[in-house]
């Protein structure tokens, strides 16, 4: 079984892995093994510090090994295909390829030569399922259901894979999902809603970073116009849920899509259990396409 997309999953599965990711979330980040000897390869044709390392070191928890393919030094920068890539990483035998590539589908076309489990850390603006996955796992860990709850999510949609698996797992889970931002980054085909819309009586807020790698267009924003127009700032915040929480995927930029009040606010600011969360999230990925 490979996790390319949300729509993998049944949910059977869904449930058994954020049932799991919360337990090893509780555990505090303890060595527990279970798969020993096996050997993960990490492949990230983009940038990465959150997803890269989680999925190593939720690898290492388990007893197996992680190795991770260093793109920029590697035949694929003497021209060489991602099949054939795929071909040569294929032939070492694997137990696992978890991939980050910025075309949409590369994981998919991936997963065709390659016999192991293959898992998408996010492709292009497609799907990244196990951030999906450890975000409803913290929101079912911090208010405990998430079936009924308001869930904003608000930036950068056109642009965002967090947006799109996040959408398709929490409305499977029963949340009402807003999805929110400035007109020129919704993508076709979603009702317009201004941030101030998604966010009155949010039980959830999480906010997106603008992807100016993948922005074709010129948002043309000075200093400071993005936040006080689109951000999540204190003001805003108060609109939503008293007890409403705050999350963000990462990499945040300050004082653009999210102001520092908020970003660190030690009661609302999930932000660092989201990290936490990731590892046991991806723990329980790597148990349940293995075991
Ligand atoms: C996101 C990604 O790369 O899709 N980051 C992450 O995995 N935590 C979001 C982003 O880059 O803005």
């Known amino acids: 079984m490979d996790l390319l997309s949300i729509d ?16 090893l979330y509780q555990q505090r980040g303890r060595t527990i093994g279970g798969l020993e000897g096996r050997i993960v390869f990490n492949l990230f044709f983009e940038n990465s510090t959150r997803t890269l390392m989680s999925f190593a070191t939720a690898a290492h928890r388990l007893g197996a090994s992680a190795i991770t393919l260093p793109v920029e030094q590697s035949a694929v920068r003497k021209g060489e295909t991602l099949e054939d890539t795929a071909r040569t990483l294929d032939a070492m035998r694997p137990d696992a390829v978890v991939i980050r590539h910025q075309e949409n589908g590369a994981p998919a076309a991936v997963a065709l030569v390659i016999d192991a489990p293959v898992i998408n850390a996010g492709d292009g603006i497609n799907e990244h399922p196990t951030q999906a996955l450890l975000d409803a796992a913290t929101i079912r860990y911090r208010l405990g259901r998430i079936d009924g709850l308001k869930i904003a999510i608000c930036g950068d949609i056109k642009h965002s894979r967090v947006a799109r698996s996040n959408e398709k797992l929490l409305s499977r889970l029963g949340a009402e999902v807003r999805l929110a931002g400035p007109p020129e980054l919704m993508p076709d085909g979603v009702p317009q809603l201004s941030v101030d819309e998604a966010v009155r009586s949010a039980d959830v807020v999480m906010m997106l970073r ?82």
Do not use: K, W, Y
């Open 8 to 23: 993998n999953l049944s949910d059977d599965q869904i449930e058994h892995v954020l049932d799991r990711s919360v337990t």
């Open 210 to 291: 603008v992807q100016r790698e993948r922005l074709s267009e010129d948002l043309g924003d000075a200093p400071g116009e993005f936040l006080r127009r689109h951000g999540l700032t204190a003001e805003r915040l108060a609109l939503a849920n008293p007890d409403a929480v705050v999350m963000h995927p990462g990499p945040i930029n300050r004082g653009v899509e999210i102001d520092n009040s908020v970003a660190d606010d030690p009661e609302r600011s999930l932000i660092n259990i989201q990290v936490a969360m990731g590892v046991a999230a991806r723990m329980a990925c790597l148990e349940l396409l293995l075991t």
